[in-house]
């Protein structure tokens, strides 16, 4: 043998042997000593199934499911973490822990578990099964099972598997479309088991609008749906005293299937015949036709069979999320390209052979005509069709469906078009057959709509108001009430004529124009929750733009916690929880659930309102981006408040929904101690709590010193813990170690476990000595901030004789 070779073929051995141990533990079977991460996997005992992290589509997330294992492309059949994506799975961990298997994410953060209460930690094992089936059982009893992925499907239903309830458990096994090719988190559409005891199975949207069913079972198949009886397929139904379900085998051994609720809100059935030399998937069934999806093509989309990717705008609108319906998710639908409805001025457009969507409101009008002015004069009527009556619809028109047929077939629906779309279109038609001279004429008349004055109208009852400044002068009193004001400007008591009571805040630095901004104002007003303030109306005149709001009796919530009077009640422990939760709920909403995410760059306590039930309203959300604020790039002029500002806003780094998760953190230690984070003390030094909080907490010292000195020390120590780490997890230094708001309401709803979370860098700066805190290192851009060589001091730990961070 060449001796200088062999050191090389040593080495080739080992990292070959390293390699194949990391990707795979050559088995189907986690047991109480092994974890999976990063790329390691099981393998199914026949190789039909594999199981470890995956990234889907083109995303950069990861999950743990489990796919086919005899494919050359990836399909996968299940998911855990469907709505809760790791960043990072080489430091993720999927491991057995007390019985129960559980994932960690990358900053050791629980976010799935099977969450079992009476599992045994020393008999238990996690296998895959050849089936698909990913079972948690008695290591020495196979029949025992303790868990079992076929009873928590996603959007894939395998042979052998039950779709339906257990009468006994109540557990539901259901399917649930993918948000999109790229995200498996919860889609619109779910396939599931009459719930009210009927042998038919239903297609929902958003879990409330019925649109399939497959009739009811009559022994053999499903009465709607006759195909059933075609093929190599076998179902049945079962309904006895303890549950209710239908299951379904192969005939054929060489033959794969697999059922999807898919992204379409189809559901399909796909099929590989005579395997192995044929690996591509044969759609089988698709039910029902595309356009019979409600809302397929989202708000203000058409569905045509005849056209080539079934959904489009209507004219004058656009696709309001191009990346989405580049992924297969229609839901965004489609948004006006131009300015919003604006009274007489607006036109329609008709569209024939119309399917008429639901959710019409009928109003008097005798004629076609009537009915147009009826529309015209609502300045929340978005379309109209007369069939017989009057009918209009509000809102996001849905369901918009064009049938292929003759003209005889379906009805007119009238959508209301922006002034400046209808002038397009005008201005097309002008050029073509009039000439240039017209188009000038067209230019001048443009100039002059644009300069004439906001014409005050108000809605209906309900709608979004646009309203006068004179009107809005006579109901403030001139604005004589003020009841606070902030960085996007002061806010006043106001009484309208029907003895609402509203509050009136009068925007600073708006530099938008008139379009733009009655665009974002309708957007913000369309958004509603029951934790974020409701958008009553606006006013838009010249450089005057008001916002109107609900009153909220019990103000902002930092008069409770730092200015409350002596006479006053304080807020206890349980209030102080639920407005954490709330406002965590009200946040997670616009991260996460608004079509266009919103982040909010200014949460304190100021912005947190609160309604005679002392529930809370997060306010002044979306008004960061009304005032033109740029989150791809550091701000030189930065609006948020000191204190709650993430290292980001300083940094240079791009600012996302993150930033918001930190002032959230910061928030929350105000809330359990009843004082500013931040205070200057008599000899000029500055009380810093959460660092003094933070070390407490690591101490494992009396987690009750933390608790504002107002409530009583019987206070439930645990939830309190729990409160103090999703605080100090918040305000990790890397935006990527701090959770989501969606995690975090998880874990404060007790859905998701925490664990203890490292002091943040940031703090580790500071040194504690005879109870003065100082900053022993700032950045530059620090430092013009809060100043060098700032001593700080906590009155909290005055209570100790000596606390180290």
């Not at 399917?175 to 009210?196: I, M, Y």
């Not at 044969?282 to 093509?297: F, I, K, R, T």
């Not at 809370?616 to 989150?631: E, I, M, N």
């Amino acid at each position: 043998m060449d001796v200088g070779k062999s050191p090389r073929l040593v080495l080739c051995f080992f990292l070959c042997f390293s390699l194949q141990t990391h990707v795979s533990f050559g088995g189907d079977t986690i047991s109480g000593n092994e974890s999976l991460s990063g790329s390691q996997t099981i393998v199914s005992a026949g190789g039909n199934f594999v199981l470890g992290f995956f990234k889907p589509g083109n995303s950069s997330n990861s999950y743990i499911g489990i796919w086919y294992g005899t494919l050359p492309k990836q399909a996968v059949v299940w998911v855990a973490n469907r709505d809760i994506p790791i960043v990072d799975s080489s430091s993720a961990e999927l491991k057995l822990l007390d019985g129960n298997l559980v994932l960690f994410n990358e900053s050791g953060i629980r976010i799935w578990s099977t969450n079992l209460n009476s599992a045994s930690s020393n008999s238990t094992i996690a296998v895959l099964n050849d089936s698909g089936n990913f079972v948690l059982r008695d290591a020495s009893n196979e029949s025992k099972i303790l868990w079992q992925s076929f009873d928590h499907p996603t959007d894939t239903w395998l042979p052998g598997s039950k779709l339906g309830f257990n009468k006994r458990t109540k557990v539901t096994r259901l399917l649930t479309s993918w948000k999109n090719s790229d995200d498996p988190a919860e889609g619109l559409f779910s396939f599931e088991l009459d719930p009210n005891g009927t042998s038919q199975f239903y297609i929902y949207w958003n879990k409330t609008n019925q649109y399939w069913t497959s009739g009811t079972w009559d022994g053999r198949i499903f009465s709607l749906v006759p195909q059933m009886g075609l093929g190599n397929i076998n179902y049945s139904y079962i309904s006895n005293a303890e549950e209710s379900y239908i299951i379904y085998y192969l005939n054929d051994p060489t033959t794969l299937s697999r059922v999807i609720m898919d992204i379409t809100g189809q559901l399909k059935v796909l099929l590989i015949f005579q395997l192995p030399t044929s690996q591509q998937w044969n759609l089988g069934l698709s039910l029902p036709s595309q356009c019979e999806v409600y809302a397929y093509c989202g708000p203000f989309g058409v569905c045509n069979e005849n056209s080539m990717h079934f959904c489009s705008c209507v004219n004058g609108y656009e696709i309001k999320s191009p990346s989405d319906w580049n992924l297969g998710d229609y839901s965004s639908g489609c948004r006006r390209s131009s300015a919003s409805a604006n009274g007489a001025k607006d036109k329609f457009l008709p569209l024939s052979r119309m399917k008429l969507p639901d959710n019409s409101v009928s109003m008097a009008a005798e004629t076609a005509a009537a009915c147009k002015v009826a529309c015209l004069n609502n300045f929340s009527c978005n379309a109209y069709a007369w069939s017989g009556g009057c009918l209009m619809w509000t809102g996001d028109l849905l369901d918009l469906q064009q049938y292929s047929g003759d003209d005889s077939e379906g009805s007119t629906v009238y959508i209301r078009l922006a002034p400046s779309s209808s002038i397009r279109k005008i201005v097309t038609y002008v050029l073509g057959s009039v000439g240039v001279i017209l188009l000038f004429g067209l230019a001048f008349f443009l100039i002059w709509r644009k300069r004439r004055s906001v014409v005050t109208a108000i809605a209906d009852k309900g709608s979004l108001m646009v309203f006068g400044y004179k009107d809005l002068q006579i109901v403030t009193k001139n604005f004589s009430e003020k009841l606070g004001s902030g960085g996007f400007g002061s806010v006043f008591k106001g009484t309208l004529s029907d003895s609402t009571v509203i509050a009136v805040k009068k925007l600073e630095s708006i530099s938008q124009g008139e379009k733009q901004f009655r665009a974002e104002v309708s957007t913000i007003g369309m958004i509603q929750h029951v934790n974020l303030v409701r958008l009553h109306g606006f006013c838009s005149e010249g450089t005057k733009k008001l916002l109107v709001y609900d009153y909220l009796p019990n103000g902002s919530l930092d008069t409770h916690l730092f200015h409350g009077k002596e006479d006053s009640k304080v807020l206890d422990w349980k209030t102080r929880f639920q407005i954490a939760l709330g406002t965590a709920r009200g946040l997670a909403y616009l991260h996460e659930k608004c079509r266009d995410c919103i982040i909010h760059c200014d949460i304190k306590p100021e912005n947190i309102l609160l309604d005679a039930d002392f529930s809370p309203k997060v306010a002044d959300f979306g008004l960061a981006k009304l005032v033109g604020r740029d989150f791809s790039r550091v701000l030189t002029t930065i609006r948020g408040t000191l204190g709650y500002l993430a290292p980001e806003w300083i940094s240079g780094v791009a600012v996302t929904v993150k930033a918001d998760v930190y002032s959230y953190g910061m928030m929350l230690f105000e809330i359990i101690s009843g004082r500013r984070n931040f205070q200057t003390s008599e000899d000029s030094s500055i009380d810093f709590f959460p660092s003094w909080a933070a070390s407490k907490l690591h101490a494992e010292d009396d987690i009750l010193t933390i608790l504002d000195l107002k409530l009583e020390s019987s206070e439930e120590a645990e939830e309190l813990r729990k409160v103090c780490k999703v605080a100090c997890w918040c305000i990790q230094d890397a935006e990527i170690h701090r959770p989501t708001m969606g995690q975090v309401v998880q874990i404060l709803e007790g859905l998701l476990d925490v664990n203890m979370p490292p002091i943040p860098r940031t703090f580790q700066l500071f040194d504690t000595s005879e109870d003065k805190i100082f900053f022993t290192e700032l950045s530059s851009s620090q430092n013009s901030q809060v100043g060098s060589n700032v001593s700080v001091a906590s009155s909290q730990a005055k209570r100790t004789t000596s606390n180290h961070i």
